[in-house]
């Protein structure tokens, strides 16, 4: 088949401007589909992080005010390692520090409906036949609400054929009608089947309503979103275009996430080297204050404390850990009383508990290899990476079945285990107690070293590359531009 040209319009990208795993993705999807011998560019606004990173990009396009309300910008042409990417500068919207859709006091920034209309804007215009560009796409990928309107200029002008990818319903960019006039949509947009919603008008309901293809980044989610209860009330609309809706269970950098080859890590190790992963886990608890044990698991934690993220449940039962027995090495951020909860409780188990707030790239890594389980028992999680990170370290997850996690981990079980599948443990409920009983079930299995070490081959076997991502994310584009026709 020939190849596609793709523009991938993005919020965010790693390791530049990243909050979640769209940055992950945004730095990795397009490179992945670059290998595979596709054209993409990468568009993403102009934050002072790229400008940074880029000083040397060239402008290669104006783009006139497009409504009296949005205000000229200029595209400018950058390249990361071979791939192409579209700066889009306007240092009116995008000129600020920090978070790109927060202020320092962690409220929106009032103006975010123009910021990403115009992001919107301008991937949808590169899609048309008045693109400023010589170069055109024959599919426009959109992500999220930040660049999920795109698909409401292409339906409604003409244009290249449009994918929409959720990476977190919950977040859906709702804004006053007045939009509508100022980032210059058409008054017949305003539509229950168009870009209204509740009487507002909703960035991503415009995507999933109007975009050719939608996808989500486990196929899980994907069914969970058009159930009421995670689907944040857009699950009716997501069950009438559920023929329309893929799931695409996200990859990860297998160069970057390596235990063999982890720069980050006291000694490297493989599948058939595991004896290595011991010198990690000593190495951790040094750098952690924890006791050297040996005759204990170490539970690893890195996670917003949250109570999406499951954490308050960790916390209810955290003081009985260390009489499992086991220990707990925990880095992360979030609900202050969290915070607290489990600052306090390292205090209380100085050399059994150990806390980090804030975030360490090199101690995530360490702490993936040094643990001997990580828990993860999130209530949702569209994806989620730190399962599959943990499965390639060798560091058996402990889950509840949701999202991305239900796709990616596999409970030890007879059947399991028999048909060398179980690589982790999931929880029986999203309960204290169910938690409980799961992190005994962890330790007694751990007492058995060859049982211990199947289940942690089975992990590393697991093959969770982009390559099986971008061809099917290929096959959704070739969807998405039959449905144009």
């Not at 159930?227 to 329309?244: I, M, N, T, V, W």
């Not at 049982?451 to 969807?479: P, T, V």
Request: proline share 6%; aromatic share 8%; with cysteine.
């Amino acid at each position: 088949m020939n190849p596609l040209s793709i523009l991938f319009a993005t919020s965010e990208m790693a390791p530049w401007v990243k909050t979640g795993g769209l940055g992950d993705v945004a730095a990795a999807l397009p490179a992945a589909l670059q290998a595979a011998g596709h054209d993409i560019r990468v568009l993403i606004p102009a934050y002072p992080a790229l400008l940074r990173a880029f000083p040397e990009a060239q402008v290669i396009a104006t783009i006139p005010a497009l409504t009296p309300a949005l205000p000229t910008a200029r595209l400018l042409a950058a390249e990361s390692a071979g791939l192409p990417i579209l700066l889009l500068d306007c240092p009116e919207l995008y000129e600020r520090s920090g978070n790109p859709y927060l202020d320092a006091q962690g409220h929106d920034w009032p103006d975010n409906g123009l910021r990403f209309g115009l992001l919107s804007r301008v991937a949808a215009l590169l899609g048309q036949a008045s693109s400023p560009l010589d170069w055109r796409p024959d599919v426009v990928h959109t992500n999220d609400w930040q660049t999920a309107l795109a698909p409401a200029w292409l339906h409604y002008e003409g244009g290249a054929a449009s994918v929409v990818t959720v990476h977190n319903i919950a977040f859906q960019g709702c804004f006053e009608k007045t939009l509508l006039t100022d980032l210059g949509l058409p008054e017949t947009a305003w539509r229950f089947d168009g870009v209204e919603y509740h009487d507002q008008l909703s960035f991503l309901k415009a995507g999933l309503q109007l975009a050719s293809q939608i996808s989500t980044v486990s196929p899980t989610y994907a069914r969970e979103i058009q159930d009421e209860l995670f689907g944040y009330a857009l699950a009716p609309l997501l069950q009438h275009r559920s023929d329309d809706l893929r799931g695409i269970l996200n990859g990860v950098d297998t160069d970057i996430w390596n235990p063999a080859t982890d720069p980050a890590l006291a000694q490297g190790y493989a599948a058939n080297r595991l004896a290595a992963k011991r010198t990690n886990k000593a190495a951790l608890q040094r750098e952690m204050g924890l006791e050297e044990a040996t005759d204990r698991p170490l539970f690893g934690v890195i996670s917003r404390l949250t109570e999406q993220k499951g954490l308050d449940l960790l916390l209810t039962i955290a003081d009985g850990i260390p009489h499992l027995p086991a220990q707990l090495a925990l880095l992360g951020s979030g609900d202050k009383l969290m915070e607290a909860g489990f600052a306090a409780l390292a205090k209380r188990f100085p050399g059994q508990v150990a806390v980090r707030l804030g975030f360490d790239e090199g101690l995530a890594h360490r702490i993936e290899a040094g643990a001997d389980c990580f828990l993860m028992p999130s209530r949702f999680e569209p994806c989620g990476l730190n399962q599959m990170y943990s499965l390639r370290y060798g560091t058996p997850p402990l889950i509840r079945a949701t999202g991305g996690l239900a796709d990616t981990v596999i409970d030890v079980t007879e059947a399991t285990l028999a048909d060398k599948t179980a690589n982790g443990f999931v929880l029986p409920d999203t309960t204290p107690h169910g938690l409980w009983q799961t992190m005994e079930r962890v330790c007694q299995t751990w007492q058995d070293k060859k049982l211990w070490q199947r289940i942690q081959q089975n992990g590393m076997r697991c093959d969770f590359s982009w390559k099986h991502a971008a061809r099917e994310y290929i096959a959704l584009y070739r969807d998405a531009i039959a449905a144009q026709h």
